[in-house]
């Protein structure tokens, strides 16, 4: 079993900026992707951008060149630094991996989400 600890959630001015942190709490098991999903009042919940073991990163289009993905393999964290931003980014953000045993057996783990407002 593993569990995402997420901090750095808040209220913001547009333009401003925040950090996230999602720490996994296992370090047994080997963490492939990971990374944030937010879920907007009333919207499905969409991807934000994930990093994979080899550091190749996927992010949504309406974040490029404002957030920043990055992960330490040390401390089984990753980090989201979101600049610019906007009162669109409110949402709550969820931190979200795929995380491997020693038999190669594959799981989906949730963080419990983090509130990020935004305000204009």
């Known amino acids: 079993q593993v569990q995402l600890v997420e901090s750095g959630g808040g209220l913001v001015q547009a333009g401003g900026s925040l950090r996230l942190s999602c720490a996994a709490s296992e370090s047994t098991f080997s963490i492939n992707t990971i990374g944030w999903y937010r879920q907007a009042p009333g919207k499905q919940r969409e991807l934000v951008a994930v990093?994979?073991?080899?550091?190749?990163?996927n992010s949504a289009s309406s974040v490029k060149g404002r957030f920043t993905i990055s992960r330490d393999n040390a401390k089984n964290t990753v980090y989201l630094q979101m600049n610019s931003l906007k009162p669109e980014d409110t949402a709550v953000y969820f931190c979200?991996?795929?995380?491997?045993?020693?038999?190669?057996?594959?799981?989906?783990?949730w963080g419990q989400g983090t509130q990020v407002t935004v305000s204009s």
């Open positions: 990093v994979s073991s080899t550091g190749s990163t």
């Open positions: 979200y991996a795929i995380v491997s045993d020693e038999r190669g057996y594959s799981y989906q783990y």
